[in-house]
Every structure is written in C-alpha cells, then in structure tokens.
C-alpha cells in the first residue's frame, strides 16, 4: 500500500494524535522524564494502513493498543523530528494542528536535550498543558512539586 | 479553506461513514423507504473543515450531530451519485472501501428507481445487511417481513 503525503495529512487529521506526558522517574536529576508520542490507533481490520505508516515515517511500531485496536506509535526522538519535518512541510487542516505547533515545539525542546534540565522541564510543560487531551491537573501538580504552582 | 481530494480520501478514511438504513414508511407500496447517508462527524472546533467538505462535494449540510459535535451530512441522491463518483476515481484505503463499494451499489439501485419495489428492497438490504455499522438483526426483521426470514 502507496501512502501520499496528502493522503498522511487526511488521515492524521482524523485519527492522529500528538500526546506529551510527563512520568516521575526518581533516579533522575529532575525527577520527571518527558514522553512525547505521536500516535494513530485503528481496528485491526486495518492493520496494513497502519504499517503503511510505519513505512511511509521509517519509523515507529505496530502494537495492540486495547481489545482489537491496533496502534501505531512513533516514541524515538529521532523519528519524532522526522515526523515534525513532515508535518511542517504538509499542515494539518484540522485544529489538531494548534496541538502540532506545541507537539513541535516540545520536540525542539528535547532534541537540544534542554529537558533534561528544570527549566526546560517547565518550558515543556507549559507547552504541552494547553494541548487538546491534556491531564491539565497532572502538569500542574508537576510544577508545584518542581517549586512553582 | 481549501481541500485536495487526496486529503479528502484520507480523512474520509478517518471519519468518514457510509450508512444505509430501512425507515418503516406504512403509506409506500412496499412499506420501507431506503435511507442512504455518507456523514463525517467532527468537534464543532472543527465546523470549518466540515464547511469546507460541503463546499468539496457541492452539496450536504453541516448539523448538530450530539452534544460538541458536528456532523457534515449527505442524503441527497442526486449527491451521492457525486460522492460515488469521487471515491470512485479516488479510491479509499482502510476497509471502509469494502463497505463503499456496497454503498455505491446501494446508490446505483436507489438512483435506478429499483428501491421502490419489493426486489430492489430485498437487494438493498442484502448489500447493506454485512456493512461493518450495519443493524443486521434490523435488516433481518425487515426481509422477514416482506417474505422472506
């Protein structure tokens, strides 16, 4: 199956999601370690488009996500910023690019490894807690417990 | 905004549904109307790419759907012979395409005139009783009660 960029974009417009979390992580310096997922989940009747996907962004994995939903999940950095790349290039039409911008921005933030850091803690958090499926709530108690509420 | 029929195919792949249904009509002949629909729903943050879909295929309206969502609707016949045409010349890539290609049928009958008898009733139903939405005990109930469990 031969995916164009147009058709990516469609797709993504309506079943794509851009997801930021935050997981406590004791060991290290900051104590939070940043997760940024890109992610489109299907039945699994559809299971050939979504490893078109994986083709069509050289990156990523198929997985059971629950009962018979299938996902695809790109989590690697470096794929991270080849699927921004992309999404630059083509724009979403949907207000999903709104959360794009900020799903961007976030994976500039760890590419230049500033999230490692508590400022770039905080920065990543301010970006990613406006986005449409945000545990608001969650990143605010990150922030209090980083000694800002 | 502007939409390019890849896209398009790509979000109806997404969104998108085609649905036909069986309304108890006691006034007709055979006493069932065929209702054919092809609706995309979507968050009304996103009334503009429905407005623009309505623009795409010439015709349609934008309505409530449930609670925040809209839904971008076609029951038009005239209409739908378009949206057929289109997904015909772009053709879908999940397996919505399956249920397409018995929507199209489903088109064909009802543009034919054939929905209005007994027998064109009976063949609309047997396409559109195994399309994935499908009410298949309702499509049963039907058949049965025009002679034939």
């Known amino acids: 199956m031969e995916l164009s960029p147009e058709w990516v974009v469609g797709f993504v417009d309506g079943e794509g999601c851009f997801l930021v979390s935050i997981v ?3 060991e290290d310096k900051v104590q939070y370690k940043v997760l940024a997922e890109f992610a489109v989940v299907q039945h699994r009747r559809d299971v050939q488009v ?8 050289k990156g990523g994995v198929v997985r059971v996500n629950h009962d018979d939903r299938l996902c695809f999940r790109v989590r690697k950095l470096e794929t991270l910023v080849q699927v ?9 039409k949907t207000k999903k690019q709104v959360d794009f911008v900020k799903f ?3 994976i500039a ?12 803690l905080r920065k ?26």
């Open 24 to 26: 406590e992580q004791p």
């Open 84 to 92: 921004c790349s992309f999404f630059q290039r083509y724009p979403l």
């Open 109 to 120: 933030v760890m590419d230049s490894g500033e999230h490692l850091t508590i400022d770039g």
């Open 124 to 149: 990543v958090i301010g970006l990613a807690k406006s986005m449409i499926h945000a545990d608001a709530s969650r990143f605010q108690n990150v922030l209090a417990s980083l000694g800002e509420g």
């Open 50 to 57: 979504l490893q078109a996907l994986k083709r069509f962004f």
């Open 104 to 106: 961007r921005k976030v």
